[in-house]
């Protein structure tokens, strides 16, 4: 059996999760919180030793993994410490870099048998664009977008989508750092085009699409071969509407296990694995017509609130890929 090595973040629930599942089930295991980094863990590389760490109150250094171990690694969710995320200290920028190089470095040498996902897999198959683009190959809808930085176009795209609406989305995760504890999330929202926004729209490229009139949503998480569907109704609360994930805490979202079509079954399938992973998160519309409209593919996208909610299996098809020998 392949050891797993986890690597993450300490506040990481759905890594918890797993861990104990490996442990009833004696998994050898091994995790790096890799924002642990500057301030707990510490680290020593040379050419002849290899990567060994240690925590700051406990001298006892360890390897992670030895040269030539058979090793699967889970890339769940690898954070570089954000340091004092509100300081634009010149020396912070430069220490946040030099983590990131050598923890790089870290993944390069690790040479596992399997990844889920690998890191440059997981880089690619993040860029929203390349989704849509290769969804839309794939014969499945996609809402049309545009990507701007010019106020103009903008406009222009929002009058050709008429009375439905216009909606901004981001085009990377949608968190933006408040504080060293605390991240603040922009979520999927109608774009009214003051003259504040016509403004705000030159500082960078914008991901606008027209509105889709929503009858559901799905959520499918793919692992392997194996897919777990869950419809999500987000029109029953105007909170929701828009984009379910806001006010989710607070809200009692109504969902329902489900089985998908055929057609859209094989999507899921292929379009992970044209994308290299071997898992991600799926999010859909399905409109009153019943035609499904893909949104995007997250490759570490969260599914715990599943698995507890409705005893779906996904950290075992999880750990069943790790441990699988080819």
């Known amino acids: 059996m392949s050891k797993v090595l986890v690597v993450t973040s300490k506040a990481d629930s759905h890594a918890d999760y797993v861990i104990r599942k490996m442990v009833d089930g004696g998994v050898p295991f091994a995790r790096l919180n890799s ?28 390897m992670l993994f030895e040269s030539g171990e058979s090793l699967a690694v889970w890339y769940r969710k690898p954070l570089v410490s954000r340091f004092d995320v509100n300081s634009r200290r010149p020396a912070v920028a430069f220490a946040m870099r030099e983590t990131e190089a050598y923890l790089t470095d870290v993944v390069a040498c690790m040479g596992a048998a399997k990844w889920i996902n690998h890191p440059e897999a997981n880089r690619t198959a993040s860029n929203k664009l390349t989704q849509l683009r290769l969804a839309q190959s794939l014969g499945m809808r996609v809402p049309r977008t545009v990507v701007t930085n010019d106020p103009q176009s903008a406009a222009d795209f929002a009058a050709s989508v008429g009375p439905a609406g216009m909606i901004y989305k981001t085009l990377t995760y949608p968190f933006i750092e408040e504080t060293a504890d605390m991240f603040r999330s ?80 094989a999507f899921c399938l292929e379009i992970t694995k044209r994308l290299g992973l071997i898992f991600g998160a799926l999010d859909f519309i399905v409109m009153p017509s019943g035609e499904h409209v893909f949104l995007e593919i997250n490759p570490n996208g969260q599914w715990l609130w599943k698995e507890v909610l409705f005893g779906l299996k996904i950290s075992e098809a999880l750990i069943g890929e790790l441990t699988r020998q080819e």
């Not at 030793?49 to 700051?56: L, S, Y």
């Open 186 to 265: 922009v979520y999927t929202s109608i774009v009214r085009l003051t003259p504040e926004v016509l403004g705000a729209i030159e500082a960078a490229p914008c991901l606008f699409q027209e509105r889709i009139e929503k009858d559901y949503e799905l959520r499918v998480t793919v692992v392997g071969q194996n897919i777990f569907a869950v419809r999500i109704y987000s029109q029953d609360q105007e909170a929701t509407s828009l984009d379910w994930r806001r006010d989710q805490h607070a809200t009692t979202l109504r969902q329902e296990v489900t089985t998908l079509e055929p057609m859209v079954h």
């Open 35 to 62: 924002n642990e980094m500057p301030t707990i863990l510490k680290a020593a590389y040379s050419l002849d030793g290899g990567h060994q760490f240690w925590t700051k109150d406990d001298k006892q250094k360890f």
